[in-house]
């Protein structure tokens, strides 16, 4: 079960401190109004990923006879993450715009979660190969990898909120993109798990 909270709070912190809709909002809500406004987007994913999550169950229950799917899944999951650690890597600040002045704060967070691509083609490419390894061991492991991976998912966005409100810098300083660099590698590391996951599907390796 160790596995998997320290996998799950990996992905949580990757996907926490990447620019992307949710976290853009996250800095300019708490910019625009104060901490406690950004925090309130940092929890839309809470309140919006679980269909997303039993959606993933639900696939993975019909399908999960079939290994070449689950390698081709490990496969694309693994191009998935690439792309992140790619993302990451290139990332030199995150630009902000302010222009909108209206509040709202949690349905914002809401909207922006669930109308961005990221968490469905996380939980589809990434999240499916882990549950359905998890689901081997037992459904705690399940309850581990995913509660880890929304305490930092949110955890982090709160963090940053938090920083951002008292140093409007830190998202174009040295720390950040140095963490972001360091993230970058780890994600590269983590895509090459999930190939070889799929290779072992595929019969090619031993999974």
């Not at 912190?13 to 800095?27: M, N, R």
């Not at 949690?106 to 109308?115: D, E, F, P, S, W």
């Not at 660099?181 to 031993?206: H, M, N, P, T, V």
């Amino acid at each position: 079960m160790i596995d998997y909270l320290s996998t799950g709070a990996f992905l949580g912190l990757a996907a926490g401190f990447a620019p992307g809709p949710l976290l853009v909002l996250v800095i300019a809500e708490t910019l625009r109004y104060n901490i406690k406004a950004g925090i309130k987007v940092a929890l839309a994913p809470i309140l919006t990923d679980l269909p997303i999550i039993l959606g993933t169950v639900f696939i993975l229950t019909k399908l999960s006879q079939f290994k070449t799917f689950l390698g081709c899944i490990c496969v694309l999951g693994g191009l998935f993450v690439s792309y992140l650690g790619y993302e990451s890597l290139k990332t030199c600040g995150v630009e902000m715009d302010l222009a909108e002045s209206s509040s709202q704060s949690i349905r914002k967070g809401i909207v922006a979660n669930a109308l961005s691509p990221s968490p469905y083609l996380f939980w589809l490419s990434v999240g499916a190969p882990i549950m359905f390894k998890a689901l081997k061991a037992d459904l705690w492991a399940v309850t581990a990898f995913i509660a880890s991976f929304y305490a930092f998912l949110v955890g982090s966005k709160i963090f940053l909120a938090l920083v951002v409100g008292r140093s409007r810098s830190f998202l174009k300083g040295r720390v950040y993109i140095g963490i972001m660099r360091i993230l970058g590698l780890l994600l590269f590391f983590f895509a090459s798990l999930l190939w070889r996951e799929g290779l072992g599907y595929f019969g090619f390796l031993k999974s």
